[in-house]
T-cell receptor, first 116, second 114 residues
Framework: GAVVSQHPSRVICKSGTSVKIECRSL??????MFWYRQFPKQSLMLMAT?????????EQGVEKDKFLINHASLTLSTLTVTSAHPEDSSFYIC????????????FGDGTRLSIL | SQQGEEDPQALSIQEGENATMNCSYK?????LQWYRQNSGRGLVHLIL?????REKHSGRLRVTLDTSKKSSSLLITASRAADTASYFC??????????????FGAGTRLAVHP
């Protein structure tokens, strides 16, 4: 199956630090990638849809200035958590999908972010 | 916001038994998908069933879809300890503004005991 690589897998940093998470589609070109946040024992919450060459589409309630998304190429999307605070601690997961109807999403392995 | 609900929230069974998880959703869909997540990992796609399909099989997995009731079920037969994971249904809503944007259910945590 398709492979999506997400890096880093774990980040521990001080409050006020900005953290960048990378999501790479390794074996297909992904015009669209998705970023999710997941709290312990809960479901995935879609944060934003990342579109190659254009601005990301954010879900209601997600601060676009807090969570900066860049999709500069067909294989790479990045999520930057700016000036992170303890409440931003969470599990962040990206996915990529071929732009054909009725296709599954292929997920990265997630990034565990802990802000001290 | 989450599209639907899953039940049960948690399921504990013995190896060899069957596990059934149910999913309900609210709006019309292009397709419904089931994913598996091991603890602390990303999601793995299991099965995609289109809105015009009623049943689909993949190995020990069987998925049904009833669009009139807006519900789906996932059956895992002859379960193994390695099936222990969280299982999520996800819907691709009609008119969502783009292909393959998914809305996830709350998930079912399955524990299979040796």
């Amino acid at each position: 199956g398709a492979v999506v690589s997400q890096h880093p897998s774990r980040v521990i940093c001080k409050s006020g630090t900005s953290v960048k998470i990378e999501c790479r589609s390794l074996d297909f070109q992904a015009t669209t990638m998705f970023w999710y946040r997941q709290f312990p024992k809960q479901s995935l919450m879609l944060m934003a849809t990342s579109n190659e060459g254009s601005k990301a589409t954010y879900e209601q309630g997600v601060e676009k200035d807090k969570f900066l998304i860049n999709h500069a190429s067909l294989t790479l999307s990045t999520l930057t958590v700016t000036s992170a605070h303890p409440e931003d601690s969470s599990f962040y997961i990206c996915s990529a999908s071929r732009d054909i109807q009725n296709q599954p999403q292929h997920f990265g392995d997630g990034t565990r972010l802990s802000i001290l | 916001s989450q599209q639907g609900e899953e039940d049960p929230q948690a399921l504990s069974i013995q190896e060899g038994e069957n596990a059934t998880m149910n999913c309900s959703y609210k709006t019309s869909i292009n397709n419904l998908q089931w994913y598996r997540q091991n603890s602390g990992r990303g999601l793995v796609h299991l099965i995609l069933i289109r809105s015009n399909e009623r049943e689909k099989h993949s190995g020990r997995l069987r998925v049904t879809l009833d669009t009139s009731k807006k519900s789906s079920s996932l059956l895992i037969t002859a379960s193994r300890a390695a099936d222990t994971a969280s299982y999520f249904c996800a819907t691709d809503p009609l008119f969502s503004g783009g292909y393959n944007k998914l809305i996830f259910g709350a998930g079912t945590r399955l524990a299979v005991h040796p």
